[in-house]
């Protein structure tokens, strides 16, 4: 039932997250020429390191891990 709103608003912030670096990037790299890089590069390294806290869902059916 909540499925579906959920796949919606993942698509909607995935959009607007998409937008807002599309929107920033020209505006960063006017100010300094490594700025964007660094800041992008950063957030690659925090999610990297979030990403050791999702649960393992290899193997997992979509079923069973929507009843967890």
Same mark, same amino acid.
């Given at each position: 039932?909540?499925?579906? /709103? +959920? &796949?919606? $608003? =993942?698509s909607l912030t995935h #959009?607007?997250? +998409?937008?807002? &670096?599309?929107? *920033? %990037?020209?505006?960063?790299? +006017?100010? %300094?020429? /490594? =700025?964007?890089?660094?800041?992008? =590069? %950063? $957030?690659n390294v925090v999610m990297?390191?979030? *990403?050791? #806290?999702?649960?393992?869902t290899k193997g997992v ?6 009843? +967890?």
């Amino acid at each position: 039932r909540l499925r579906s /709103y +959920n &796949v919606a $608003l =993942g698509s909607l912030t995935h #959009w607007l997250h +998409n937008l807002a &670096v599309s929107k *920033a %990037t020209p505006a960063i790299l +006017n100010a %300094t020429p /490594y =700025g964007a890089y660094f800041i992008f =590069g %950063t $957030l690659n390294v925090v999610m990297a390191i979030c *990403a050791f #806290w999702l649960p393992e869902t290899k193997g997992v059916s979509f079923i069973e891990s929507d009843r +967890n």
